[in-house]
């Protein structure tokens, strides 16, 4: 699981060949099985086609599902980048809207938490990284907290209340984007999911090896849709490998917007 985890942390195309050669491998197994049977005449191959019929049923229950999951999952994550981004920017104008000296300064924390999101959702696989991306996430947190608990302190009004509720929404939001990132493809799953695949293209082998001609051309198409089924999956699965990627255009918007905004506007005449 680790090397293969590797391979497609380094290349899914890699991760792909590899299970491409796989199936290939698994459907010459299956054939020269299917043949030295076919040779005895006592071997009866009538229930053989209902078996491999059951396996690849099997299969393509097992593909739907992974698939269902792995989409949920992409869009848990694609979601979360957007209610986070609309919160932080619900929070950074309720923060210019109090102004004064903390108010400001919430709202420029805002902004550079803003980068960090930025800078989370663009971060590969590696622990360090991330870890200090969180260790300055929950900093920020706190310094904006505590600038919070003083102007409610201060003001305890509606408008302050809104503020703090605000500002708890991005912290609440921050904490499932984080959650959402960390759901991966749970590895019983992924390993039904790849035995069921060689298991199929080994009976169809089999069953091959019992009437004569391979069929390698055709198999082999065959293996090469279900690798690239697998890759898709996978891909949408993985939140910081492969090319299908979590989109930061949501964070993007709302830094363009904070550098749009003017708040300080004199009144019509």
């Not at 390993?191 to 091959?208: A, K, N, P, R, Y």
């Amino acid at each position: 699981m680790m090397l293969l985890a590797a391979i497609a942390a380094w290349n899914f195309f890699a991760f792909g060949a590899v299970l491409f050669i796989a199936q290939l491998g698994a459907h010459e197994v299956g054939y020269v099985m299917g043949r030295r049977l076919a040779k005895r005449r006592s071997f009866r191959s009538e229930g053989v086609g209902v078996l491999v019929g059951g396996i690849l049923g099997l299969l393509a229950f097992v593909l739907a599902l992974t698939l269902s999951f792995a989409n949920e999952r992409f869009n848990d994550r694609r979601g979360g980048t957007l209610a986070e981004a609309n919160a932080i920017g619900t929070a950074w104008l309720r923060a210019k809207a109090i102004g004064g000296e903390r108010g400001d300064q919430i709202a420029t924390l805002l902004e550079r938490y803003t980068k960090e999101r930025i800078a989370f959702i663009e971060a590969g696989p590696g622990s360090t990284i991330l870890m200090e991306i969180n260790n300055r996430t929950n900093a920020l947190q706190s310094e904006i907290w505590s600038h919070v608990s003083v102007i409610v302190r201060e003001q305890p009004n509606p408008v302050t209340t809104s503020l703090m509720a605000s500002i708890n929404d991005v912290f609440d939001m921050t904490t499932s984007e984080r959650f959402a990132f960390e759901l991966r493809l749970p590895p019983q799953i992924f390993w039904l999911l790849l035995g069921l695949t060689l298991l199929g293209m080994s009976e169809i082998g089999f069953q091959l090896g019992l009437r004569g001609p391979p069929l390698r051309i055709l198999s082999a198409m065959l293996a090469l849709t279900w690798s690239i089924a697998i890759i898709v999956i996978l891909d949408l699965a993985s939140a910081r490998i492969g090319y299908l990627r979590t989109s930061i255009s949501a964070y993007q918007w709302t830094l363009d917007g904070f550098h749009g905004q003017d708040l300080s506007l004199p009144m019509p005449k």
